[in-house]
C-alpha cells in the first residue's frame, strides 16, 4: 500500500488526505463489514517528515514597527483593524478565534482573554497586555456597532452580525500591504 500510495503524483498534503481516508475504509472493513481478519489501517503509514522545504513566512521586527506605526484610528473599520491587529499579534490568536471572541471571554479587570471554542477543543487562558486592552477598549468605545450581540468584533452594517474568518484575514492583510508588504495575516 505504500508503494502504491508513493506513485500519486500530488503534493505530500494531498497524499496524506488519501491515505487518510484509505485507513478509514480499511477500518471499515475490519470493524463493520468483517471482510478483512486484520486491521491494516493502522500499517499504512507514510514516510516520516522530519522538515518542511520552505521555512515559514514571517514578518522582520522592523516591518512589524513599521505595520503598527501605519495603522490609522480615523475610521471605525481603522480602529477594529488595529484591535484585531493587536490580537493577532501580541496574543498569535488566528482569525477563527479572533471572530470567535466575545464579551464573555475578556475580563477587562484582570486583564485575561479566555478563549474556549479552540482548534483542538481545549479552552486556554491568556494574560492580555495593556496595549491589547487599550485597543479592545478603544474599538467597543468608539467604533463598535451598538448591538446586543455579545460578539466582539462586529461587521457595520445593519444587520450587525459577528465578523467571518476570512474578513478578520482581509482586513489584517489589507493593513499589512499599506504598510508596504504583502504578507498574509499568518505572518504574524
Known amino acids: 500500500l505504500d508503494t502504491f500510495m508513493a506513485q500519486f503524483k500530488v503534493t505530500q498534503r494531498t497524499r496524506k488526505t488519501y491515505r487518510h481516508c484509505l485507513q ?5 472493513l475490519y470493524h463493520q463489514r468483517r471482510l478483512i481478519r486484520k486491521d491494516l489501517a493502522s500499517q499504512l503509514v507514510g514516510p516520516r517528515l522530519y522538515a518542511k522545504s520552505k521555512p515559514p513566512k514571517f514578518l522582520r521586527p522592523e516591518e512589524v514597527k513599521k505595520l503598527f506605526a501605519s495603522l490609522k484610528l480615523s475610521t471605525p473599520a481603522d480602529i477594529r483593524t488595529y484591535a484585531m491587529v493587536h490580537l493577532t499579534y501580541l ?4 482569525p477563527v478565534e479572533i471572530s470567535r471572541i466575545t464579551f464573555d471571554d475578556i475580563s477587562f479587570s484582570k486583564a485575561v482573554l479566555t478563549l474556549r471554542d479552540r482548534k483542538a477543543h481545549n479552552p486556554l487562558t491568556l494574560p492580555v497586555s495593556e496595549n491589547v486592552v487599550k485597543a479592545i477598549a478603544a474599538y ?5 456597532p451598538k448591538s446586543p450581540d455579545r460578539h466582539l468584533f462586529l461587521s457595520f452594517r445593519f444587520p450587525y452580525r459577528p465578523i467571518h474568518p476570512p474578513s478578520v484575514c482581509y482586513h489584517i492583510s489589507k493593513a499589512v500591504t499599506t504598510a508596504g508588504r504583502p504578507a498574509a495575516t499568518y505572518w504574524l
Request: charged share 30%; glycine share 14%.
Open 140 to 144: 467597543v468605545l468608539k467604533a463598535r
Open 91 to 94: 496574543l498569535g490568536l488566528r
Open 24 to 28: 478509514g475504509f480499511l477500518k471499515y
